[in-house]
C-alpha cells in the first residue's frame, strides 16, 4: 500500500510532491495520471512553478559559498509552496494562487503587517465600496488621534461578483512617533482597524559614540564556581560581570540563555532551545532565592544533600569531566519544589502576581507546556495534546494548574536572576554589560511550535546550504517561523521573541542574522544541500529588531559569516547593526590575510567563535585530530595540517611584520596575544577575547556536523592541561591579566608602522 495519504480537505486528490515521490497514481480532471506522467505533467509547467515561488519569496536558484551556481529542483519548490499554503494540484492552481493574491489585496480593507520607517512616511491604500465616504486615522500608543490626509492618487476600482471595490490612499506622516500603532477606517460598513509600526531608520548607541569597547565571552553553562550546582548560572554570571568589569571589560557575551527542556533529558545545545521567549531555570541559583533562608532544618538538610549529588565527582578524572545538565537539573529542581513551598512576604508575592500579569497568556502556555511535559515526557503526544488547540487541554489547565503555577514561579525567578547580573555588571563598571545570544530557531517538538503552531512550518527545517563551516551543509532539525502568518498577525511572534531576549541586558547578539533575510528552508527527508532560502520582508523584521533595541537601549550585533549576500553588509550598517569579523575567516581573494585596516569598523571582531576551537587548540591542530578520528574530516590529516600550517605561517608573518610580535618564531602565547592585538588594531568598534583564550583551553565547545560523537556544549572550562578552572581562580590567573592588559593597552595605540624588511 503507498504511503501517500490524500492532502486534508482535498478528498482523492495528492500534493504533487508526495505523489512524485511516491506510487500512488493522481486523479485530475483529465483522469488518473501515474507517477511518470505527473512528473512529465508538472515539468511542461515548470516556469509557472517557479514564477510562483518567487512570488512568495522562494529563491529558485542560488549560488554557494565557492561561488557555483545552483538551480532549486522541482520537488524542493513544490514542497515549499506546500507548505506556504499553496499546494499544487493541477496547473490551474498556479493560476488560482495569484488570483487568490490579488482578491487578498483588493478585499482587506486595510494592509496587514505595515511596518514604516520613521523619516519616510508611506502611502496607506484603503478599500472600499466605490464611492462610498471613508475617514481615517491614526490612534498611536499614547492614545494621541492623528488624522490622515487622502492624497489626490486615483486608482481604478476592481469587481469582485457584484461588488466594485475602490481604492482610496492616505498619507502617513514621516516623524510619527516610534511604536506599535492603529490605524482606523470608519466606513458606511462599520469600522476596520489595523496595526502598524513605526521603526528606526538606523540604531545609535551612545556608549559607542567616541570610543571603542572590548568584552568576554563565555559558555556560561561550562564556568562554574565552588558553589555552583554542576553548571554555570546566574550567580556565576554576577562573579563574571564582577571580576572581568574589574579589569575594565564593557561587556560579557554569554551563549543563548533560552528555555530548554523542564525534565532531563535537556539538550545539551543552547542553541536548540524549546522557547526562545523564556529563560533556562538550569541557571538559577537556589540560594540566592530569599525564600531559600526561609527553609525548616529538614528541607533545608534535603537541599544540601541536592547540592551534594550535583557537585559529585569522586572517581572521575579531569579529563573525563563533563557538564551533566540532566543529573545538575534533577537535583536542583529537588531544591526549587521545597523552596517554591516556601510563603512568600507579601512584597515577594505582588511581585511575583505583577511578573505573570505583564508577561501574558504567553507565559501561562508555556508554563502549561512544561506541566504536560512534566507528565508525559517528550513529545510526540497524543492526538488530544499535540498543541495547544487540542481537546484536552482546557481539562489539563484545570488539573495542573498548580504545576503551572510553579514553572510561572521559575521563570520569574530566573529573569529576577539575571536582572540582578546585569545590575551587578554595570556597577562593576561595565558600560554595556550583559550581551545576550539569540538563538536562530526552536526545537521541532518544543513549546514554542506547541503554543502557537499556526507560527512555524513544522514539515520544514532551518539549516544551511554548504559553506566554510560544513561542505556538506548543515540541517538543524528547527522548524522555520512562517512568513505570511507572521505579517498577517502584526510580526507575532517575532516581536515576542526579540522583546524577551534584549531584557535585562545591554547588547544582542543574533544568531546566523541572515535568518531576518532569508532562511534556508529544507523539505523534511531530504539532503541539506536540496533546500532553497526562503526571504522574509527583510524591512520588516530588521524594523521590528531596530524598534524593540531602541525601546530596550540596547546594541546588536549580527553574526553574518558564512553565505552572505553582497548588499546584506552594506544594509545592516546603514541601519546600525554590527556585523562580526573573525581572524581566521578575514581573507583577501588571493587567500592572504586582511590587514587591520581593511577591517569594518561597524563589526565585533574576534579571533575565535564557539563553532571553532580555542585558539591555541588551533595552533595544536586538536580539532583536525579530532574530527579525524570522527571520520568526518573532507582530506587527510596531514593534508588539513599542512594547510593549518600554512595559515599560522601566513598570520605569523603578518604579525611580525607589524610589530604586534617581537620574533618571527613567537611562543604559543606570544602568539595568541598578538593575534589579539591584530584585530585591536582595526577599526572595530568592538572587540571581542574568548575565555578559553585566556586561559588556554584547547577543547572546543561544539564540533559542527556531529551529535553524540562528540561531547557538545558539555565542555568545562579547563586550562591548557585539562584541568577545570573555577571562577575563584580566573581573578589571579596569569593568563586572563595580560590577555586583558594586552586588549586594554592595544585599544589605545595606533596600529604600529610595522617593519620594512626585505
Not at 293 to 321: C, P, Y
Request: net charge negative; hydrophobic share 35%.
Amino acid at each position: 500500500m503507498s504511503s501517500v495519504k490524500p492532502t486534508k480537505g482535498v478528498p482523492g486528490f495528492y500534493s504533487v510532491s508526495d505523489a512524485i515521490l511516491g506510487t500512488q497514481t493522481r486523479k485530475t480532471n483529465r483522469g488518473p495520471l501515474t507517477v511518470s506522467e505527473t512528473k512529465q505533467y508538472i515539468e511542461g509547467y515548470f516556469p509557472q512553478i517557479q514564477e510562483l515561488a518567487r512570488h512568495l519569496g522562494v529563491d529558485t536558484d542560488w549560488w554557494d559559498f565557492s561561488g557555483q551556481y545552483h538551480q532549486v529542483n522541482q520537488l524542493t519548490l513544490l514542497k515549499v509552496l506546500d507548505a506556504l499554503g499553496y499546494p499544487i494540484y493541477e496547473p490551474a492552481d498556479i493560476d488560482r494562487a495569484f488570483e487568490s493574491f490579488d482578491k487578498d489585496y483588493w478585499l482587506a480593507v486595510l494592509p496587514q503587517g505595515w511596518v514604516v520607517r520613521q523619516s519616510t512616511g508611506a502611502d496607506i491604500p484603503v478599500h472600499i465600496p466605490d464611492g462610498t465616504q471613508l475617514e481615517v486615522h491614526l490612534e498611536t500608543e499614547s492614545g494621541d488621534i492623528i488624522p490622515l490626509q487622502q492624497t489626490d492618487k486615483w486608482v481604478n476600482p476592481r469587481d469582485y461578483g457584484d461588488r466594485r471595490i475602490g481604492e482610496a490612499t492616505f498619507w502617513l506622516p514621516a516623524n510619527t512617533p516610534l511604536g506599535y500603532h492603529t490605524i482606523k477606517a470608519r466606513t458606511v460598513e462599520g469600522e476596520f482597524s489595523a496595526e502598524i509600526a513605526v521603526v528606526p531608520d538606523c540604531l545609535t548607541s551612545d556608549v559607542l559614540k567616541d570610543r571603542r569597547a572590548w568584552g568576554v565571552m563565555a559558555q556560561l553553562y561550562s564556568v562554574t564556581s565552588r558553589e555552583s550546582w554542576g553548571t554555570g548560572d546566574f550567580e556565576d554570571l554576577s562573579s563574571l560581570v564582577r571580576t572581568f568589569g574589574k579589569f575594565g571589560a564593557d561587556f560579557l557575551l554569554t551563549n543563548p540563555l533560552h528555555a530548554s527542556e523542564p525534565n532531563p533529558p535537556i539538550s545539551p545545545s543552547p542553541y536548540l532551545p524549546v522557547s526562545r521567549r523564556f529563560l533556562n531555570p538550569l541557571y538559577i541559583r537556589p540560594e540566592n532565592i530569599p525564600e531559600y533562608h526561609e527553609l525548616g532544618q529538614e528541607d533545608m538538610a534535603k537541599s544540601k544533600v541536592a547540592f551534594a549529588q550535583a557537585t559529585n565527582d569522586i572517581g572521575v578524572t579531569d579529563r573525563e569531566k563533563q557538564i551533566d545538565r540532566d543529573r545538575s537539573w534533577r537535583a536542583k529542581r529537588k531544591s526549587l519544589e521545597l523552596i517554591y513551598r516556601v510563603p512568600r512576604s507579601s512584597v515577594r508575592e505582588q511581585a511575583f502576581q505583577d511578573f505573570k500579569t505583564e508577561s501574558g497568556q504567553i507565559l501561562q502556555d508555556f508554563a502549561l507546556w512544561c506541566a504536560i511535559y512534566d507528565h508525559f515526557g517528550p513529545a510526540p503526544w497524543p492526538d488530544d495534546l499535540k498543541d495547544i488547540h487540542s481537546a484536552r487541554i482546557p481539562q489539563l489547565r484545570l488539573e495542573l494548574a498548580e504545576d503551572v503555577e510553579f514553572h510561572c514561579w521559575l521563570q520569574w525567578v530566573t529573569r529576577t536572576q539575571l536582572r540582578e547580573a546585569q545590575s551587578v555588571a554595570k556597577q562593576s563598571g561595565m558600560q554595556i554589560g550583559i550581551m545576550n545570544d539569540l538563538a536562530v530557531g526552536v526545537h521541532r517538538c518544543g513549546a514554542a511550535s506547541w503554543t502557537l503552531p499556526e507560527a512555524y512550518v513544522t514539515s520544514m527545517s532551518v539549516g544551511a546550504p554548504p559553506d566554510m563551516y560544513n561542505q556538506l551543509g548543515q540541517d538543524w532539525s528547527q522548524p522555520p517561523l512562517n512568513p505570511r502568518y507572521m505579517q498577517c498577525h502584526g510580526w507575532e511572534p517575532l516581536r515576542g521573541i526579540i522583546r524577551s531576549a534584549l531584557r535585562d541586558c545591554g547588547a544582542l547578539r543574533i544568531d546566523h542574522l541572515m535568518g531576518l533575510l532569508r532562511l534556508w528552508w529544507i523539505p523534511q527527508g531530504a539532503k541539506p544541500n536540496e533546500g532553497t532560502y526562503v526571504r522574509y520582508n527583510h524591512e520588516a523584521t530588521v524594523g521590528i529588531l531596530l524598534l524593540e533595541a531602541t525601546r530596550a537601549g540596547a546594541i546588536l550585533i549580527g553574526e553574518d559569516l558564512g553565505t552572505v549576500e553582497d548588499w546584506v553588509r552594506d544594509y545592516m550598517v546603514s541601519r546600525g547593526i554590527f556585523g562580526t569579523s573573525v581572524l581566521w575567516f578575514e581573507k583577501n581573494p588571493d587567500n592572504t590575510f586582511r590587514q587591520p585596516d581593511q577591517y569594518r569598523e561597524m563589526c565585533m571582531a574576534a579571533v575565535n567563535t564557539h563553532d571553532l576551537p580555542p585558539t591555541l587548540g588551533y595552533l595544536r591542530a586538536y580539532h583536525l585530530e579530532v574530527q579525524d578520528k570522527l571520520g568526518i574530516l573532507p582530506v587527510s590529516l596531514e593534508e588539513a595540517k599542512r594547510d593549518l600550517a600554512a595559515d599560522i605561517a601566513s598570520v605569523t608573518r603578518v604579525l611580525y611584520d607589524l610589530g604586534l610580535v617581537e620574533s618571527q618564531t613567537p611562543t604559543e602565547w606570544e602568539l595568541i596575544l598578538g593575534l589579539h592585538r591584530f584585530i585591536c588594531a582595526s577599526p572595530a568598534k568592538l572587540n571581542v577575547i574568548s575565555l578559553v583564550d585566556a586561559v588556554g583551553d584547547i577543547r572546543m565547545q561544539n564540533q559542527p556536523g556531529t551529535n553524540n560523537e562528540y561531547p557538545n556544549w558539555r565542555i568545562p572550562l579547563a586550562d591548557s592541561q585539562g584541568h577545570p578552572l573555577k571562577i575563584e581562580e580566573l581573578e589571579y590567573y596569569v593568563g586572563v591579566n595580560e590577555i586583558c592588559q594586552c586588549v586594554r593597552e592595544a585599544l589605545r595605540k595606533d596600529l604600529p608602522s610595522g617593519r620594512h624588511r626585505g
